[in-house]
């Protein structure tokens, strides 16, 4: 039996969050969701994740969150990978949204650690007995999210114990300050057993985090085809190249990430064609007139895929 590691990982590469597309009235617009995937995949991702916070999945019914999966599953219909976040305060509800995603044909299952509101968390012990017990309801593989948002202090060395004693933990989406240095310990730690440590927060400290041995990269949606260039010149050991892209890019992802935040992606998919409305549920606010039009100019002086796609 293949044995998956570090070395031998199953999945690699950049993998970028696909936004949820809404119509102008706040529902789910399917056709406009179809399309947005196959623009993605046109753009060179190795897979795609949804049901992210990039996706808007807070605002989001149970009911919806079971209409985008089969819908993005079935019309993927495994042209790549795909990942499904099903995070969930209760082990009973995330371990139940988890086997029905699997069942559908998810690739991987992405979860952060049990939280609500500012200060509803569990000790790591109930942490650890969650992820345990959702191993033992799956068998793909699952990426813990390390992020901020949760509130939940997750130690370089309490993840490597996770990856060494719970089978399908392997994967580790990295997006606390300090990235990179965290990814360093990780691997350090968990050798072999960090199957993906990768990296997040739409790539604003991708090139440390590559340095730092990250394999894979979860991204905002809309311009993998300027991004996947880095990850690929950096894996081949042009380590010029891969900055010099970087430096190219870096004023686009920094907008998306310190600016536009999770409507960047909608934003340049409506502009470009992609899909027919860029609006956020409600009660998001929209995005400020100025910042999209900056953020549009960036990306114009860039010319990416999703400008020109929907053409």
Known sequence: MTRHSLSNPRYRGIFPVAPTTFAESGALDLDSQKRCFDFMIDS???????????SEQFLLSDEEREMLTRTALEHIAGRVPVIVTTTHFSTTVCAERSRRAQDMG???????PPYHGATFRVPEAQTFEFYAR?????SIPIMVQDAPASGTVL???FLARMATEIEQVGYFKIETAGAATK???LIRLGGEAIEGP???EEAITLLPDLDAGATGAMTGGAFADGIRPIIEAHRQGDIEQAFA????????INVENRQAGFLAAKALMKEGGVIACEAPRHPWPPMHP???????ATARRLDPLVLRWGA
């Open 44 to 54: 060179g991702v190795d897979g795609i994740c949804i049901l992210a916070n990039f």
């Open 106 to 112: 998810a690739a991987m299952l992405m979860v952060m």
């Open 134 to 138: 959702l191993s033992d309801a799956v």
């Open 155 to 157: 130690s370089a060395a």
């Open 183 to 185: 990814l360093r310990e």
């Open 198 to 200: 990768w990296d997040g």
């Open 245 to 252: 892209l970087y430096q190219r890019w870096l004023p686009l």
């Open 290 to 296: 100025e910042v999209r039009k900056g953020l549009i």
